[in-house]
Nanobody, 125 residues
């Protein structure tokens, strides 16, 4: 069983930066793809970014490319999402997730097996 705890969310103005953290515990997870998704009320969960177990490969939603950066520290069992140049449309509840199965569509939430509770990000204009 993997337990995920997100932190780092908050209320910021447009143009500001935040760094989200996702700490994993419960078992060895260094070989697993980790992802970040976000959700707003009334909308489906949306892929944001993902990173391979080694950290060598990263994947991003088009709307966050160049602004967000995902990286991981396997020694600390933590994955991060650095968010720069935040926009009001980035406002959402952000969740991290673990994909135990390899070779899936990491842009789809169906590929992920464990989820954290989420951390709220609110960007004011």
């Amino acid at each position: 069983q993997v337990q995920l705890v997100e932190s780092g969310g908050g209320l910021v103005q447009a143009g500001a930066s935040l760094r989200l953290s996702c700490a994993a515990s419960g078992r060895t997870w260094v070989s697993y793809v980790m992802g970040w998704f976000r959700q707003t009320p009334g909308k489906e969960r949306e892929f944001v970014a993902a990173i391979s177990g080694s950290g060598d490969s990263t994947y991003y939603q088009d709307s966050v490319k160049g602004r967000f950066s995902i990286y991981r520290d396997n020694a600390k069992n933590t994955v991060y999402l650095q968010m720069n140049s935040l926009k009001p449309e980035d406002t959402a509840d952000y969740h991290c997730a673990v994909a135990q199965r390899s070779g899936g569509d990491y842009y789809s939430d169906l590929s992920y097996d464990y989820w954290g509770q989420g951390t709220q990000v609110t960007v004011s204009s």
